[in-house]
């Protein structure tokens, strides 16, 4: 089961659509945190602060070299979201299964 904790951090990472952003651009491959602010119009230090919390959610993991720091997306953190999600998921099924049910049984009655 995925603590709470971490899941608060995690969602509250992805709440930001800059950060969503990132994500999205780090799955085609890693970037460097210059390149992910290049196309934003985002200051080198303000797209630094946004890679800070993705990586304090363990979503990317960042590496310095030079004066360079590359980030890549930490997938085992988005596993433990999906998982939490497709529970969820997977219990809506089940009610609009049993709704369905109950509105045929309906319509039956009305006919």
């Known amino acids: 089961m995925v603590k709470s904790q971490t ?27 210059s390149e992910l602010a290049r196309p934003t119009g985002i200051s080198l230090p303000g797209m ?18 030079g ?3 590359e ?15 497709e529970r969820y998921r997977e219990q809506w099924d089940r009610q609009l299964d049993r709704l369905e049910v109950i509105i045929e049984r309906k319509k039956g009655e009305a006919t």
């Open 48 to 65: 630094l602060k946004h890679i800070r919390i993705l990586e304090e959610a363990n979503l990317v993991t960042t590496e310095k070299s």
């Open 7 to 33: 899941l608060d951090r995690t969602l509250s990472a992805l709440s930001d659509p800059t950060r969503r952003d990132i994500m999205e651009r780090l799955t085609t491959g890693p970037a460097s945190a």
């Open 67 to 69: 004066r360079t720091r």
């Open 71 to 85: 980030c890549r997306v930490g997938p085992e953190q988005m596993e433990d979201v999906t998982r939490w999600i």
